[in-house]
C-alpha cells in the first residue's frame, strides 16, 4: 500500500508540474479541468523529445567543408606532380638533343657513313612503310650520344631499327593505323590503341642482347652458358648480363671473359639506349625483374619457360635455337602490356611536387591491412569523382597482364592483356554488393587512408618494396606510357588463351555422355 501510496503522489507531482508549465504559456483558460489532466496524462505517456544542439551541425558542416579542401589539396598534388614529370621529360629529352649536337664531330666515319644510309632510305619512306606500320627511320638517324667511360663508349654501336606493323587479315578487312605507337628516340610508347596484332620487323640485324637469369638454378645457370655461346660464335651478337651471371660464367670458363656488365645504376638507366633485345630465363618473376629494371623505354623481351608459371613465358628453352633465329630474322608479333606509374604523396608534403619516386609495376600494386587487426578503411577517386571507400582486407590496381595474378585469385576478371585498362579488385570485402570493375585506361586513382582510419595501411608494388601509408597519405596510380613489349610464339590472344588453359585448367571438365535423350 505504501508503494501505491508513492505511486500516485509521484504522478500528482508530474501533473502539477506539466500544469504549471501550461499555465505558464497561456493554456490555463483555454481547457476545463478534465480535458486538462487527459492531456497531461497523454503527454506523459509520449518518449521525451531530443534536443538537437545547433552548434554540433555547425560544426560538422565545418568539418565536411575541411575534409573537402583536403580532397582539392591531394588532387592539385597528383596533377601538379604529373605535369612536373611530363616537364621533365621535356627536358632530357632536349638536353640529351643539345649533347649530340655537341659530341656530333666525335662521331666515327663508319657511323658518318650508317647515318647517310639511313637518310637516304628516310627519302623512301612512303615506299618501304607506306600504308603498313610506323617507320622508325627518322628518328633513328640522329648520331647516338657518346660518353667518356668504356660502358658508354660502346653505345657508339647503333641500336638495330624497326618499325611496327598491324594484322590486317589479308588487307580486306583491317585498318591501318599511324598513330598506335609513337617513336621517340627509336623507343615505343603507346600513344593510341589498335585493335589489331602488333608485329615488329627489324630493318637491320640486332647486335646486342641482354640475358637476364633466375637466381640460384642449376638448369638455368647451364643454358644461359649455352645460350651465351651460341649467340657470340654463331649469330655474332654481343651479350650483356648481370654482374652476378658474369661472375659465374667465368667461374666456370675464363672464355666467357667477352660478356659485359655493368657497374652501378647510373649504366642501368642507359641500358635502353644499347640493347636491342632482352632473353629472360625464368618464370614470370624475371620478366618482372627485367620489367622492374627499365623505367623509361623498354627493349623488346623474349621470355623462355623456366619457372614455375607461364602466363608471360611462352617459349619453351629446349628450342632456344629455332625460337631465337625466327625472332632475330623477323617479323614477329609482340604483346604491349602496359604498366602502371605509382606515386606515394605523404600527408606531410611540403609542397604539390613533394611526393616520393614513382614505381612502375607490371602486374598490380595492393593496398592491404598489413599486421594490423583492424579492416582497411579507404577513400577512392578516379579522376577526382570518388568511387568508394573500401573496408575489408583492402584493394588491388591491377593491369591486365596482372589479371592472372594476385586480383583473379581475389576474384578479379581474366582480361586479354593488350585490352588498355585498369583493374579495381577488392580484397575481401566486408560487404556482398562490393564487385571488382575495370577502368578505362587514361583515369587516374587516387587511394587515400582517411583521418578516421583505426590503423595504417600498407602498399606492395608488384609484391615487393612495402611502403607504409598513415592516415592523410595517399597513392597515386595511372598507366605508365613506356609498356613493356613481350614477344609472341603465335600472337597474343593465341598465347593468352593458351597460357590460361594448361596454367589454370580454365573450364576443364569432363565431356557429358553422348548416349542419352535427344531432342528431335
Known sequence: ?????????????????????????????????????????????????????????????????????????????????????????????????????????????????????????????????????????????????????????????????????????????????????????????????????????????????LILTKPNSTPVRVLCAEMVRWLKDIKKIDVIVEPRVKAELLAENSYFNFVQTWEDDDEILLLHTKVDLIITLGGDGTVLWAASMFKGPVPPVVPFSLGSLGFMTPFQSELYRDCLDTILRGPISITLRHRLQCHVIRESATDELDTEDPILVLNEVTIDRGMSSYLTLLECYCDNSFVTCVQGDGLILSTTSGSTAYSLAAGGSMVHPQVPGILFTPICPHSLSFRPLILPEHVTLRVQVPFNSRGHAWASFDGKDRKQLSAGDALICSIAPWPVPTACLVDSTNDFLRSIHEGLHWNLRKPQSSDGPRDH
Open 1 to 209: 500500500m505504501s508503494d501505491q501510496a508513492t505511486q500516485v503522489s509521484s504522478n500528482k507531482e508530474k501533473v502539477n508540474v506539466v500544469g504549471t508549465h501550461l499555465q505558464n504559456n497561456g493554456y490555463h483558460d483555454s481547457l476545463p479541468p478534465y480535458d486538462s489532466e487527459k492531456m497531461i496524462k497523454e503527454f506523459l505517456r509520449q518518449p521525451p523529445s531530443k534536443a538537437v544542439d545547433e552548434n554540433l551541425l555547425e560544426f560538422s558542416e565545418a568539418m565536411r567543408t575541411v575534409a573537402k579542401a583536403l580532397r582539392r589539396v591531394s588532387e592539385g598534388k597528383a596533377s601538379a606532380q604529373a605535369e612536373a614529370a611530363e616537364w621533365k621529360r621535356k627536358y632530357e629529352l632536349e638536353r640529351e638533343k643539345n649533347l649530340q649536337q655537341k659530341h656530333k664531330g666525335e662521331v666515327t666515319e663508319g657511323l658518318q657513313n650508317h647515318s647517310d644510309q639511313e637518310n637516304s632510305s628516310i627519302e623512301q619512306t612512303d615506299k618501304c612503310c607506306g600504308k603498313h606500320g610506323i617507320c622508325s627511320h627518322e628518328v633513328l638517324r640522329d648520331d647516338m650520344m657518346v660518353s667518356k667511360t668504356k660502358f658508354i663508349h660502346d653505345l657508339a654501336m647503333r641500336k638495330a631499327p624497326f618499325k611496327l606493323l598491324w594484322g590486317c587479315n589479308g588487307g580486306k578487312n583491317g585498318q591501318h593505323k599511324h598513330d598506335v605507337v609513337s617513336f621517340e628516340k627509336g623507343n615505343i610508347t603507346a600513344a593510341a590503341r589498335s585493335s589489331k596484332q602488333i608485329s615488329l620487323k627489324w630493318e637491320s640485324h640486332p647486335q646486342t642482347v
